[in-house]
């Protein structure tokens, strides 16, 4: 295994998420991949761009996710773990399906938030769709305390 794809939504889950793909990747030395799926930009999906304060408060969130997520990156670095951060704009499951093809990935280690049935019925989940679409083994590491 040398490639593990990591989708990073900066919730209450990626803590144990990261900890789940170190745990597995750094004793085979396999490059983490940190992927964060940043909504499209609103003309990307076929709305009209808005007022200049929409589009420069929209840069300011994609600027901080880029920082936050190679700062994250960066610090596994210090550990010693091997990873690269992407963040790319775009649907959800597809993106990172695409991207798991794009790094050659061995391995999808995603979180799962826990939701209810009911949400899941009328909303999905991202989790779901990639146990279901991926063509690479998929972990999913639960939302902590969740019982």
Known sequence: MKNILVPVDFSAVQE????AAVALGKPLAAKLWLVHVAAPDPDFVGFKVGPEYVREH????????????????????????QAEALLVQGPTTDTLLEVADN???????????GRSALFRAFVGSVSEQVLKE??????VVPTPGRN
Do not use: W
């Not at 929209?58 to 773990?81: M, P």
């Not at 991926?134 to 972990?139: H, L």
């Open 58 to 81: 929209r840069a300011d969130i994609l600027r901080q996710e880029h920082q936050d997520i190679q700062a994250l990156a960066a610090a596994l670095n210090k550990e010693g773990v």
């Open 16 to 19: 144990s998420l990261i900890a």
């Open 103 to 113: 790094v050659s990935a061995d391995l999808i280690v995603i979180g799962s938030h």
């Open 134 to 139: 991926s063509r690479v083994p998929v972990m």
